[in-house]
């Protein structure tokens, strides 16, 4: 039986007007962010969409089965027939968000563990300084259950208006065998390699929930961030 989601924009529901065979998600590793593309028709051009807007896909009926969360960044409107219009969107995982946001502090002597807690708290706005229309991470969730310690003394890091994504980046390349990322519940992790497995499976029996059937399987290298 096919998935049935739940599409949320800025936490309004919007799978009814969601084209079902027209939605994708793309989940990468080693960098490159997630990404989700979806066609949305307006027949009576009452819905208004916004860059910016957060976006929710789930399991229709299993709202804790989140399948992904990030940020609409694009929206292309095209009208047809002079009544209605359809929106044509892109989303990118909550990774976008720690790349807009600035650190301007100095550690010595922390472990990677504190850093990064340190650094995506909810203490965060003091620490980066941030001003009106900056990037606010107070609700990413950062404990010390998922960003475990790789390194325990960095010794000296300054960092000078550099985005959260690059400090994460920077704390990887130092432990050398560990990998980050961010949930689609805005959960940040840090572990070492091989320690987390994917959140779907492709297999030769697939319930479309869990498990997907594989069609053109292939393996794409991007050095792109």
């Known amino acids: 039986m096919p998935l049935k989601i739940r599409l949320l924009i800025d ?3 919007r799978q009814a007007n969601l084209r079902d065979k ?27 969409l916004a860059r910016g807007k957060n ?26 027939g002079g009544i209605g219009r359809t929106f044509s969107c892109k989303s990118l995982d909550w ?5 807009r946001a600035l650190i301007n502090k100095t550690f010595r002597g922390k472990s990677d563990q504190f850093i990064i807690t340190d650094t995506v708290s909810g203490i965060f706005p003091t620490l980066a300084n941030i001003g009106p229309g900056e990037t606010d991470l107070t609700d990413f969730i950062v404990n010390t259950t998922n960003v475990l310690e790789g390194n325990s003394n960095t010794q000296y ?13 920077n704390l990887r390349d130092i432990s050398k065998n560990f990998v980050w990322y961010v949930d689609p519940k805005k959960t940040v992790i840090y572990k070492p390699f091989g320690s987390e497995s994917h959140s779907f499976h492709l297999s030769d029996a697939p319930d479309d929930v869990a498990s997907f059937a594989y069609l053109d399987l292939m393996r794409t290298i991007d050095i792109t961030k």
């Open 11 to 13: 936490s309004v529901e």
């Open 22 to 48: 027209e939605w994708l998600i793309e989940q990468n590793a080693h960098g490159k962010l997630d990404h989700a593309t979806f066609t949305i028709d307006d027949p009576t051009k009452a819905i208004s």
């Open 55 to 80: 976006v929710i896909i789930e399991n229709f009926d299993d709202a804790n089965d989140r399948k992904f969360g990030g940020v609409l960044t694009e929206v292309t409107s095209r009208s047809w």
């Open 95 to 99: 990774t976008f968000l720690l790349d």
């Open 157 to 169: 890091l300054q960092f000078k208006r550099v985005s959260v994504r690059d400090i994460l980046d």
